[in-house]
């Protein structure tokens, strides 16, 4: 048996080993919690501001560039989105350079990126917008000097046929147009109803309403860069097309219309469509290939939300099939002549005012650059007012 003396040294040990885990163990209790420091992030996940913001890592992001040839793609690792990997193409000849900055615009296209109406990249005069949005235009066209206006039926019905308007040789014209359109996100409706009035040699005229058309647009992409849009047009014969304001029959006009942003302050809006006579005349309506393109150009900012866009723009035609009449030939019967290889070609200049997001003025020009034409000069001034 052990001395009191013994079990006094034994229990002041175990108060010891007690008391220092006691004070282990509320140290430890008392130490704060650290996280690891992330290591390794690179510029592109970091936000530009040093705020070390980190962009989320996607299941399927690959590591390092692909090994292709050029243009080839790099950066996979740091170009990660929802749902896969964004890699940038880069190129370095001039048609590889084109290629990936279409490229990276529809691919990696900017997450932060908000749609909306755009000034720049919808102020051609002649060329139509590819954003569909809720607005109002009224539109104002001087003619002048327009030949073979019955060509395929384009712009007057056949002369001579069931619907025959006067023979001329030239003629005048002035049009409003009232243009009315409803836009819900990515589709809009639209309708035109236009009023012309007409002056011809040999002397004969005419005015009223002219065939009405109703139009649909959906907006099949749309990136920070680019905009690519379905048009739709119907037109209805609801003029007389004796009287000159009529084509005399149904038509339909599919496009795809372009706008794409060049640089800041530079854009292209271009369009192609084929127009499509239904239930006109058996030989002179036929079908027209059209192409449109504007190069526009912010060249002031005189005021906030205030811009004056220079425009550039062309307009091309091009006769598939029908007929039209010999402009000297007044006397029935009439000779007709096949339009099938026909091209008309216009270029001119214009300018936009937009006063700010919500209205704008223009005003632009077409001159004819080829022998054979509709109008050799066309004047157009357009206000539109957006809601």
């Known amino acids: 048996m052990g001395t009191p003396a013994g079990k006094s040294r034994v229990s002041w040990a175990l108060w010891a080993v007690a008391a220092a885990a006691l004070w282990v163990g509320g140290a430890k209790a008392e130490e704060p919690v650290r996280v690891a420091p992330i290591t390794a992030v690179t510029a592109d996940f970091v936000g530009g501001d040093g705020s070390g913001v980190v962009q989320a890592q996607c299941a399927s992001c690959q590591t390092g560039p692909r090994e292709l040839p050029p243009p080839y793609f790099d950066g996979c690792g740091s170009n990660c989105v929802a749902g896969g990997t964004c890699c940038r193409c880069e190129a370095e000849t001039g048609f590889g350079r084109l290629y990936c900055h279409l490229y990276n615009a529809f691919q990696c296209a900017d997450p932060c990126y908000e749609p909306g109406w755009v000034a720049g990249a919808n102020a051609a005069l002649f060329v139509d917008t590819a954003r569909p949005i ?225 209205c704008d003025f223009g005003l632009g020009v077409q001159f004819a650059v080829t022998q054979d034409h509709f109008a050799e000069q066309l004047y157009r001034f357009e206000f539109r007012f957006r809601f």
């Open 134 to 358: 809720t607005q109002m235009t009224f539109r104002y066209d001087r003619g002048i000097n327009m030949v073979f206006p019955d060509r395929s039926e384009y712009f007057w019905a056949r002369i001579g046929g069931k619907k025959s308007p006067p023979p001329v040789r030239s003629l005048d014209y002035h049009q409003f147009t009232m243009i009315a359109e409803a836009g819900a996100g990515r589709f809009s409706f639209f309708t035109e109803t236009p009023y012309r009035a007409w002056s011809a040699d040999p002397d004969s005229s005419g005015a009223g309403f002219v065939d009405i058309t109703l139009g649909t647009k959906t907006l099949l992409i749309d990136t920070e860069y680019a905009q690519l849009t379905l048009q739709t047009r119907t037109t209805i014969p609801s003029g007389s097309a004796g009287k000159g304001l009529s084509a005399g029959h149904v038509s339909l006009e599919p496009s795809l219309i372009l706008a794409a942003k060049l640089t800041p302050d530079t854009y292209f809006q271009g369009q192609i469509g084929e127009w499509i006579p239904i239930g006109g005349d058996a030989e002179g309506a036929g079908a027209i290939f059209s192409y449109r393109a504007a190069l526009n150009h912010v060249i002031a900012r005189p005021f906030a939300d205030s811009q004056f866009i220079a425009t550039l723009e062309m307009i091309g035609y091009c006769f598939q099939d029908g007929t039209f009449t010999d402009p000297t030939d007044q006397v029935e019967p009439f000779t007709y002549l096949k339009s099938n290889g026909g091209n008309y070609l216009s270029i001119g200049p214009g300018m936009r005012w937009a006063m700010s997001q919500k």
